[in-house]
């Protein structure tokens, strides 16, 4: 379907041009469009027999709030969308790179480093997907899309509102196309489409990428479905640690499956060659890791199985060992919850240790609502254009709201900051408990580490700085270890204080701005990373 434009379809969206045809699915056409300042989007555009139904209107409107909540990781951002428009559409990430389907179609099944990588980022765009409260449906090779050879995830969210205005006329194609829908899908009385089946999607992509074939492939859809049903999947061809991961995956039983949080911290205990030469691939499997877990079994209903350590530990040293590393010894857990220490082992005269988080670690490029949300009041506003642009209204200084995480112990606080009107202070609040923080206020000219009891400040410490200049961007780092906070900015340290107050010894992080004059004050942040 990839070509130009036919009669009747449309020229422009909105905003949006439509350049040409990329393709199409169970919801409508997919168009090339080109947003304003020539950036290149994908525009989905809802089918005709969906524009008249105000019920469909109403849920696509649902999904897409829900669907833009989902963080960056490993996943094509949604954009923009219009419900209400004539032609209800949806605007997202245009990923510029061959599916996996087309991957192992011309060049045949992965290698076992890139197949790995493949595994954790399909793996970490669930765990994000699903910690935003969205489950995909319709997870399959062709909607895994390579961007500069990392795996992102498209056509996440919008799938229930389709399938609950169809009838599914098509024997091959619900909304899902077979040979990826778990068991439970089938079931004519009740099926349920639950984080479970994406789980149970992603071992049959990986199992495809390993080795060609799905493990159920039969002569027809119907033929498919009875052995996914009835029959143990094939897995010969995949590398041993992964086809046992694969395997419970595709446990007939969904509570028996492993959550896509789990999957990532089994996938995470082999520091692999490949996973090294990727970086940015470990630090979004991290912080999906850690994005949205109690939101798992609000979907299902259900608490989410719990796998022994055991199970895990089998898995983390087979995979380790595929990898020349040495593993661990049995017994030890593989992934430390928030406040344990990772065991590690020696090989060689080098450590070998678990990947592991130690406690939440968020990573936002700000460029979209996800974490931080728009907002706008009297006192001022939260929106995003490239970045999180805060403005003062009424009162002197505003905030805006981010992850519901609460930051302990040992954290660091990275991001860019730009002041954007004189006399504005970019502000940062860390270990926030309702009235009470620490503060650091970041200005033209100077930076201060404060205390906030009852929204009263108490300057700790102050350094001038001359080199935060108005309209230009600066990278502020904020170091908490052994409860002393260092505040860099470009790499220069500039303040340092103590932060031992014993009831701030965790909390909340939020942005926010302030002005010194009475003038409206403005900031934008950009690329934050909260690590503990």
């Known amino acids: 379907?990839?070509?130009a434009l036919r009669p009747g379809d449309p020229t422009r969206l909105g905003d949006y041009e439509l350049i040409r045809r990329l393709g199409g699915g169970g919801m409508g056409d997919v168009f090339l469009g080109r947003?304003?300042?020539?950036?290149?989007?994908?525009?989905?555009?809802?089918?005709p027999e969906y524009v008249h139904d105000d019920e469909f209107r109403a849920r696509f409107r649902s999904e897409v709030n829900r669907a833009r909540q989902v963080p960056p990781f490993c996943t094509a951002a949604v954009l923009d969308a219009d419900p209400d428009h004539a032609t209800p559409y949806l605007v997202v990430e245009y990923v510029d790179g061959p599916s996996l389907s087309e991957v192992v179609a011309e060049q045949g099944p992965l290698s076992a480093g890139s197949l790995h990588s493949v595994a954790v980022g399909v793996a970490t765009a669930?765990?994000?997907?699903?910690?935003?409260?969205?489950?995909?449906?319709?997870?399959?090779?062709?909607?895994?899309?390579?961007?500069?050879?990392?795996?992102?995830?498209?056509?996440?969210?919008?799938?229930?509102?389709?399938?609950?205005?169809?009838?599914h006329t098509r024997t091959d194609h619900m909304v899902g196309t077979v040979a990826y829908m778990a068991p439970e899908r089938f079931d004519?009385?009740?099926p349920t489409v639950s984080p479970a089946a994406d789980v149970f999607a992603w071992g049959v992509v990986v199992a495809y990428a390993g080795t060609g074939r799905t493990p159920f492939g039969a002569d027809s859809p119907a033929a498919t479905a009875a052995a996914i049903l009835t029959r143990p999947p094939r897995l010969d061809g995949l590398p041993s640690p992964l086809r046992d991961l694969v395997a419970l995956t595709l446990a007939k039983d969904p509570a028996q499956r492993p959550t896509a949080h789990q999957l990532l911290e089994?996938?995470?205990?082999?520091?692999?060659?490949?996973?090294?030469?990727?970086?940015?691939?470990?630090?979004?499997?991290?912080?999906?890791?850690?994005s949205g877990r109690h939101l798992t079994a609000d979907l299902t209903g259900r608490r989410p199985p719990r796998f022994t350590r055991r199970i895990a530990v089998v898995l983390g040293a087979a995979v380790l060992l595929a990898a020349?590393?040495?593993?661990?010894?049995?017994?030890?857990p593989v992934g430390a919850t928030d406040g344990e220490s990772t065991p590690s082992t020696t090989s060689g005269g080098r450590t070998v240790a678990t990947a592991a988080v130690r406690g939440p670690t968020v990573i936002d490029r700000l460029d979209r609502p996800g974490l931080w949300v728009p907002v706008r009041e009297d006192a001022g506003s939260c929106a995003f254009d490239g970045a999180l642009i805060v403005t003062t209204g009424q009162s002197s200084s505003f905030r805006c709201a981010g992850p519901v995480d609460t930051f302990a112990g040992d954290q660091t606080i990275a991001v860019e900051v730009t002041l954007r009107k004189p006399g504005s202070c970019a502000q940062i609040w860390f270990r926030s408990v309702k009235q009470a923080s620490y503060l650091l206020s970041a200005c033209t000219d100077r930076v201060d580490l404060q205390l906030?009891?009852?929204?009263?400040?108490?300057?700790?410490?102050?350094?001038?700085?001359?080199?935060?200049?108005?309209?230009?961007?600066?990278?502020?780092?904020?170091?908490?270890a052994a409860n002393e906070a260092t505040a860099a900015v470009d790499g220069v340290p500039v303040v340092t204080a103590k932060v031992d107050e014993p009831a701030l010894?965790?909390?909340?992080?939020?942005?926010?701005?302030?002005?010194?004059?009475?003038d409206p004050a403005q900031a934008a942040f950009a690329n934050a990373e909260i690590r503990s």
């Open 505 to 518: 010894a965790a909390g909340q992080v939020t942005f926010g701005v302030a002005g010194q004059d009475g």
């Open 188 to 190: 004519t009385d009740h």
């Open 324 to 332: 020349g590393l040495t593993a661990l010894p049995l017994g030890w």
């Open 1 to 3: 379907m990839n070509g």
């Open 35 to 47: 947003a304003p300042g020539d950036r290149l989007v994908a525009v989905k555009v809802v089918r």
């Open 266 to 290: 089994m996938l995470l205990t082999a520091d692999t060659a490949e996973l090294a030469k990727r970086p940015e691939l470990r630090r979004a499997a991290e912080a999906a890791q850690q």
């Open 452 to 480: 906030e009891t009852d929204d009263t400040p108490r300057t700790l410490t102050s350094g001038r700085t001359p080199v935060f200049g108005l309209g230009r961007r600066h990278r502020v780092l904020l170091t908490i």
């Open 126 to 167: 669930l765990a994000a997907i699903h910690g935003a409260g969205v489950v995909h449906r319709d997870l399959k090779p062709g909607n895994v899309l390579f961007s500069l050879g990392q795996p992102k995830v498209i056509d996440f969210g919008i799938a229930r509102a389709v399938e609950a205005g169809t009838q």
